[in-house]
């Protein structure tokens, strides 16, 4: 019988941003049988800016290269962040990320 296994991953330590505003984490999450067939999705994700003032002209997320190998499933996840100020300064003082991530065994 096959069994559908969920687990829920939140990815806080992101590095970057390169040039375009992109910071990546990775993710994984390890299941307590060997995997047959894995996805990921992403459920949320959110940006603080301190107390500092944004205009944000962009803001996305992703998830990439889903990868399983015996219990573990292992992603990419990828944050965007354009605004005015990142535009002309090239960083990103007082930005923080939270990506949420669900991992699914479906053996």
């Not at 307590?32 to 603080?48: C, H, I, K, R, W």
């Not at 003032?53 to 803001?59: I, Q």
Request: one cysteine or more; hydrophobic letters at 40%.
């Amino acid at each position: 019988m096959a069994l559908t296994q969920f687990q829920s991953v939140t990815l806080q330590s992101f590095q970057g941003p390169d040039s375009s505003g992109t910071m990546t984490a990775n993710g994984s999450a390890t299941f307590p049988t060997n995997v047959t067939a894995a996805g990921v999705t992403l459920q949320e994700f959110g940006a603080s800016f301190g107390k500092t003032d944004h205009h944000v002209k962009s803001l996305s997320a992703s998830i990439t290269n889903v990868q399983f190998i015996g219990t573990k499933v292992s992603f990419d996840a990828a944050v965007q962040l354009i605004d005015i100020i990142s535009i002309r300064n090239q960083q990103k003082d007082g930005v923080g990320w939270v990506c949420k991530s669900k991992a699914e065994n479906l053996t």
